[in-house]
Nanobody, 121 residues
């Protein structure tokens, strides 16, 4: 019912910056929150940052002060500005939306296909 498409991943050197984008489409009635998760090989998927429709944000301790999440509600889009990147940030990054649709009035989590971020010198 909801499709999420991420973009902006790539290879960057330590200390560099990258901006990820995600746009949601489909029979969307409303989106309660959107966020970014990441998963490195052999590790569990973890929350990087999330944001509600009202603008309240939540960040993982490991990225506080370095990453900034933002949202454009009218476009059903969410962005992640990543600065001072570290090799430990290397992972697949996945966009998430907690959304209500025409066919399901419960709020359900939807996921994008992911975009790879590699931080290496």
């Amino acid at each position: 019912q909801v499709q999420l498409v991420e973009s902006g991943g790539g290879l960057v050197q330590p200390g560099g910056s990258l901006r990820l984008s995600c746009a949601a489409s489909g029979s969307i009635v409303s989106i309660k929150s959107m966020g970014w998760y990441r998963q490195a090989p052999g590790k569990q998927r973890e929350l990087v940052a999330s944001i509600t429709s009202s603008g309240s944000t939540n960040y993982a301790d490991s990225v506080k002060g370095r990453f900034t999440i933002s949202r454009v509600n009218a476009k059903n889009a969410v962005y992640l500005e990543m600065n001072s990147l570290k090799p430990e940030d290397t992972a697949g990054y996945y966009c998430n939306a907690e959304a209500q649709t025409l066919w399901n009035f419960n709020y359900v989590d939807y996921w994008g296909q992911g975009t790879q971020v590699t931080v290496s010198s």
